[in-house]
Each structure stands twice: as C-alpha cells, then as structure tokens.
C-alpha cells in the first residue's frame, strides 16, 4: 500500500460539537517505514477537566502557550495530504476535523473494524488490548504521538494476518461489503491486488471461518455470503 497517516488526538471530551483538541499526534508510514511525524498540544480556548489530567497528563498549564488549531491546521493538512488516514476508532477523530471542512475526502482505515473481522476470538478491541494480543509496543497510551504510533504498529499486524486469509474470502467480502462505509474495506481491497492471480483455497478455507459466531453481525453476513459463494464452486 502506498503512504498512510495514522492520526490520533486528545480532546477536552467526547462531543466533537461542544469539546476542543488538545493534542495532535500522527504518524505517516509506507509499509514498514516511518517518513515522518507530527506531533503538537492544542490550546482547547477551554479549561481541561481533572478527569482528562488524569487520563492523559495533559493539564491547563501544559496548553497555555501551545497554539490554537486553527494556527495547526495548514501544517497539518499538508502533513496529511490526501493520504488515507488510519485510526483506532478513526470516525471519532476525524469527527473533530470535519466540523472544519478538513478530511471530508480521505479515504479512511480503521483498525478497530479491521481487528473485528481479522480476529474474531479477541476478548477486547481497544488500542491497549490490541497492543497486548499482537506484540505492539504502547509506551505512554492517551498521548496523541505514543497512540499514533501504536496504531501503526497494531496495522501492520493485522496486516499481516489479512494476507494469510484465502483470497476468494478476501474478494467476496469487499463484494458483500460494498455501500456499507466499511472502514476496513481499503486494506483488504489491497491485498486483492497484491494477491496471487489465482488461488485455490482448499480444506483451510471453511476452517479460516470458524469463529465467525463472534464477529459483528454485518462482518458476520460478509464472510457468510463468501462461504456460500466459494462452496458453490468447489
């Protein structure tokens, strides 16, 4: 895949309408390679509750002479150009730049969508669970830059576990998925390009399916419609 910005945020709150940005954090990567990063505090022009302290360590004092984001945001959007913009969770993060006109056309990657279909068995799917389950180093979570970059780490895992899964699965569920503003949808169409031109995929293909029952139901209906699909022609 060609470059990606894994972008992350801190916020005085959870209301993209009523809270601010207090911390921007992303990272811009090409495969396994970091090209650069981008990393500032915002001054939210509101006091940061204790709760917030807490969480993220980031307090009133910290903010005070940081810039406003309008200051930040030409230098960010030329960070991020019109590269696809990874996230855990990303829909709330980009919530916040949308209200602002920015990012409206980026194509966007979840990872939290990706680790749902990709695995099913995993007892949580926050970023420090993920973190935990695949071996990704998260030093100094609910900072903008550390979870950036976790999130770059736990993508290229997942990644990894996308390019071992039968590539009729891989077709048929961007086939069933489409129209459904699948977050994860650009990866796996990826890997179909990438993929060999054909593939037979055998006994281990009805067994990559096996937990299935713990996948959301609309990731659930994708993968089904694949077995169904595959099975006919078998």
């Known amino acids: 895949m060609s470059v990606i910005v894994s972008l992350d945020i801190e916020t005085t709150g959870l209301d993209p309408k009523n809270d601010s940005i207090i911390e921007i954090g992303a990272v811009k990567f090409n495969e396994n390679r970091v090209l650069d990063e981008f990393s500032t505090l915002i001054n939210p022009r509101k006091p940061i509750n204790a709760f917030i302290t807490n969480l993220t360590g980031i307090s009133n004092p910290m903010v005070m002479n940081a810039p406003i984001l309008a200051e930040v945001f030409p230098d960010l959007e030329a960070f991020v150009g019109e590269n696809p913009i990874l996230g855990q969770n990303v829909g709330f993060d980009i919530s916040f730049f949308n209200r602002y006109g920015a990012f409206k056309t980026n194509p966007i990657i979840d990872t939290y969508e990706m680790a749902a ?43 990894e576990k996308l390019s071992k899964l039968p590539i009729d699965l891989i077709a048929e569920m961007v086939k069933q998925c489409q129209g459904l503003g699948w977050a994860a949808e650009l990866p796996f169409r990826q890997a179909l ?19 299935l029952s713990t996948v959301p139901s609309r990731w659930r209906f994708c993968a089904r419609s694949a077995t169904l699909s595959t099975a006919g022609s078998t």
Do not use: E
């Open 117 to 159: 279909v990709l695995m099913p068995s995993a007892p949580r799917y926050g970023l420090g669970s993920l973190c935990h389950q695949l071996g990704v180093v998260l030093s100094g979570a609910h900072r903008a830059i550390n979870d950036a970059r976790a999130t770059m780490g736990v993508y290229q895992k997942l990644c």
């Open 193 to 211: 390009r990438g993929s060999p031109p054909c593939w037979n995929p055998g006994a281990n293909f009805r067994s990559t399916l096996k937990d």
